[in-house]
């Protein structure tokens, strides 16, 4: 078969992990996919950009897709959405990292906290935890700060008091001192973070492309769960992220490789997790509607397609 060339749109960091693994080992190539990677600033820029036909596929937040099907998405997009969900991938690996100084729920009084985007992403994750914990949203201020990578630079630097970060972020600021503060897994046992998505238009149009990318991403997961294959895992993270030492890249392995709590091994969505997604956003999304159906934001006939 010849290449067919695909633009997936993502948000920089170690969490790419399975692409560059199937990019590297030609798990893609072997499917005839020719893969080119976009990074994101932020979920405004993926998401308005995957509904115009700017990219194929996003690894996004299922957050995301509910938010600009239901109308409360950020960003301005002229046209109705079409968007869902082909397969998931993880929790999100949601760590709340704050400053050394930040000892407790109650030091953030006061304080300014970063989101990527104010009514989308993982900014509902943060609040709830907050709240859970005995601070008001108006006991904080809230500062949009752009995608994982905005938002660690912003911490790194001091501007913020603490913010949501994705593994291997957390682990990076450990070693600088910084405070993790709590796990949304421990607020958010079940949540489904991390899906692939595209649009319903271009899956129905290109649907032998979607199933063999799912094919080769599956296969991806299972070189990567192999450990005989940790060793050369870590040193791609070595090799794709910058100040990333053998050492980190190890731990940051063990974090997202580990069963249960990491990558799925088999990309399978979360019924359960997508439920906890939406009793957020029915909270605190406006304009507000009660969402009960996860179903609607999926259609599995590709993953189900790709595992026969």
Not at 136 to 159: N, T
Not at 196 to 210: K, M
Not at 293 to 303: A, E, N, Q, R
Request: aromatic share 10%.
């Amino acid at each position: 078969m010849a290449d067919r060339a695909l633009n997936v749109i993502v948000f920089p960091g170690g969490f790419n992990l399975p692409l560059w693994a199937g990019l590297k080992q030609g798990f893609y190539a072997r499917r005839g996919l020719s893969l080119t990677l976009h990074f994101t600033a932020s979920s405004m820029d993926q998401l308005a950009g995957l509904v115009r036909g700017d990219w194929d596929l996003a690894l996004t937040g299922f957050d995301n897709v509910v938010a600009y099907q239901e109308g409360q998405g950020e960003a301005k997009i002229d046209r109705e959405p079409d968007l869902f969900a082909f397969m998931g991938g993880d929790d999100a690996f949601l760590r709340l990292v704050v400053q050394k100084d930040i000892a407790a729920y109650a030091d953030l009084k006061g304080k300014t906290l970063s989101v990527d985007a104010l009514t989308t992403g993982f900014a509902f994750v943060l609040r709830k935890m907050l709240a859970l914990n005995g601070v008001a949203e108006s006991d904080v201020r809230f500062e949009r700060a752009g995608g994982v990578m905005q938002r660690w630079e912003a911490l790194k630097s001091g501007a913020h008091a603490g913010t949501l970060l994705i593994t291997p972020f957390e682990l990076i600021a450990q070693k600088l001192g910084l405070r993790l503060l709590q796990s949304a897994r421990d607020v958010f046992p079940r949540y489904q973070g991390l899906v692939g998505a595209t649009r319903r238009s271009w899956a129905a149009a290109n649907g032998d492309a979607l199933t063999a990318f799912i094919r080769a991403h599956l296969e991806s997961l299972a070189w990567l769960h192999d450990r005989a294959n940790r060793p050369a895992a870590a040193a791609i993270l070595v090799e794709k992220v910058p100040n990333m030492s053998p050492e980190l890249a190890a731990a940051v392995c063990d974090e997202l490789l580990r069963l249960p709590g990491g990558f799925d091994p088999r990309a399978r969505i979360d019924v359960e997790g997508m439920k906890a997604v939406l009793a957020l956003r029915s909270e605190y999304g406006r304009p507000q509607k009660a969402l009960t159906d996860p179903m609607k934001y999926v259609d599995l006939s590709y993953y189900e397609r790709a595992l026969s």
